[in-house]
């Protein structure tokens, strides 16, 4: 079975430019988190979308955006990028509300690496 | 706020030595408690979830506690080996807060 698949695994971009990074979730799932992990920094929240909806966010500016699809998967869009936006962007899936078996347990990917120059 | 501790930061120890990981939270309402490893410049995998209503959870040479009431867990490794070199996260999740709260890590060395 597919784990947690995310693209693109690397992304170089200048300052002021947008950034798109994608997810695909575990087949089944239905929550996806989005987390930020800069250097030498923690784990960040991000987003979370459930059923195409967010359902909550972190304390990130609003340039930070995204959205989650019929199939589930998710977009994470990332405007007027600054340099200290550069960091690995994790996505995760879990069942949602909805599951029984083994709900809350999270599923990460590799992450997209994002470059700002 | 949960704030979520991991001590200590950084651990080293010889192969064949027990690991013993620590991991507290200030918020005793919690929904579970998730450990991960995660490899430099990669994604997180995940090792062991406790649900609140559990005092433990065991997979292999791992082995998590749970006190929910004195807001701590502990993750023990036993017999560690060269690749159990990594770092350990704990994160935890508030009840109907789906989204979970992470620790630091511990940063662990396995020298041969």
């Known amino acids: 079975e597919a784990g947690v698949t995310q693209s693109p695994t690397h992304l170089i971009k200048t300052r002021g430019q947008q950034a798109t990074l994608r997810c695909s979730p575990i087949?089944?799932?239905?929550?996806v988190y989005w987390y930020q992990q800069a250097l030498g920094l923690g784990l960040q929240f991000l987003l979370w979308?459930?059923?195409?909806?967010?359902?909550n966010r972190g304390n990130f500016p609003p340039r930070f955006s995204g959205r989650q699809f019929p199939n589930y998967s998710s977009e994470l869009n990332v405007n007027a990028l600054e340099l200290e936006d550069s960091a690995l962007y994790l996505c995760?899936?879990?069942?949602?509300?909805?599951?029984?078996?083994?709900?809350?347990?999270?599923?990460f990917g590799e992450g997209s690496r994002l470059t700002v120059l | 706020k949960q704030e979520v501790t991991q001590i200590p930061a950084a651990l080293s120890v010889p192969e064949g030595e027990n690991l013993v990981l620590n991991c507290s939270f200030t918020d005793s309402a919690i929904y579970n408690l998730q450990w991960f490893r995660q490899d430099p410049g990669k994604g997180l995998t995940s090792l062991l979830l406790i649900q609140s209503s559990q005092r433990e959870q065991t997979s292999g040479r791992l082995n998590a506690s749970l006190d929910k009431s004195s807001g701590r867990s502990t993750l023990y490794i036993a017999a560690s080996q060269p690749g159990d070199s990594a770092t350990y996260l704990c994160?935890?999740?508030?009840?109907?807060?789906?989204?979970?709260?992470f620790g630091a890590g511990t940063t662990v060395t396995v020298r041969a």
């Open positions: 979308y459930d059923e195409g909806e967010e359902r």
């Open positions: 087949s089944g799932h239905t929550s």
């Open positions: 995760a899936s879990s069942l949602g509300f909805q599951g029984l078996a083994g709900v809350g347990e999270l599923f």
């Open positions: 994160a935890v999740r508030r009840v109907n807060d789906y989204k979970l709260s």
